[in-house]
């Protein structure tokens, strides 16, 4: 099994661009998630998914976009980019049982870093 | 305003020995709290976990402790090895949820040999 895999791993946008964060996961699982880390900052939900078809909004939502048409993928899309998303994005992935989902673990992919100039 | 707070930004310890790491919270919804260790230019990895219904969980030479009254976990490396080098971050989650993860800042472990 790969686990979670983030494409691509580094990219430079100017402001105004668009572009769409790759994520996907091979473990079969219910729940995926995206993060981002700001330097020196820990990790913030952005978007998450608890199947396909479902999404919801994290803590910091804004300027973003998200789909879930398969189990396996979890895309992220900036559509217009702005120097404040200037961030490492993290993809997560959990089995997510109907029992008690919130204490699942979760696998992280390696990380898409983003520079918006 | 932060709900999971890591008050040292970074830790350095000599190898074989004990390393300490800290972390309080605020939520008191909270009821599961993890410890993830990061490397550069890799994601979190999960290391060890606990519920708030133990005060302690033991994992080889990691032990988390929470203290559950005081809003406070900590996480015991015994011995403290030159690998585990890296940022280790604080997270916690509220039950009932869907497993949004609230993270500390982290604190950057150094062991030295």
């Known amino acids: 099994n790969a686990g979670v895999t983030q494409t691509p791993k580094f990219r430079i946008l100017k402001i105004g661009q668009s572009m769409t964060l790759q994520c996907t996961q091979d473990m079969n699982h219910n729940y995926m998630y995206w993060y981002r880390q700001d330097p020196g900052m820990g990790l913030k939900l952005i978007y998450y998914s608890v199947g396909a078809g479902i999404t919801d909004k994290g803590e910091v939502p804004n300027g973003y976009n998200v789909s879930r048409s398969t189990t396996e993928d979890f895309p992220l899309r900036l559509e217009l980019a702005a120097p404040s998303q200037t961030s490492v994005y993290f993809c997560?992935?959990?089995?997510?049982?109907?029992?008690?989902?919130?204490?699942?673990?979760?696998?992280f992919g390696p990380g898409t870093r983003l520079l918006v100039l | 305003d932060q709900q999971v707070k890591q008050n040292s930004p970074s830790l350095s310890v000599q190898e074989g020995r004990i390393s300490i790491l800290n972390c309080d919270y605020t939520n008191s919804m909270f009821d599961y709290f993890l410890w993830y260790k990061k490397y550069p230019a890799e994601g979190p990895t999960f290391l060890i976990s606990i519920s708030s219904i133990k005060d302690k969980n033991e994992d080889g030479r990691f032990t988390v402790f929470l203290n559950k009254s005081a809003k406070h976990l900590s996480l015991h490396i015994v011995p403290s090895q030159p690998g585990d080098s890296a940022v280790y971050f604080c997270?916690?989650?509220?039950?009932?949820?869907?497993?949004?993860?609230?993270f500390g800042k982290g604190t950057k472990l150094s062991v030295k040999p």
């Open positions: 997560a992935s959990s089995y997510g049982s109907r029992n008690r989902p919130n204490q699942e673990t979760q696998y």
């Open positions: 997270a916690a989650s509220v039950e009932g949820s869907q497993g949004n993860l609230i």
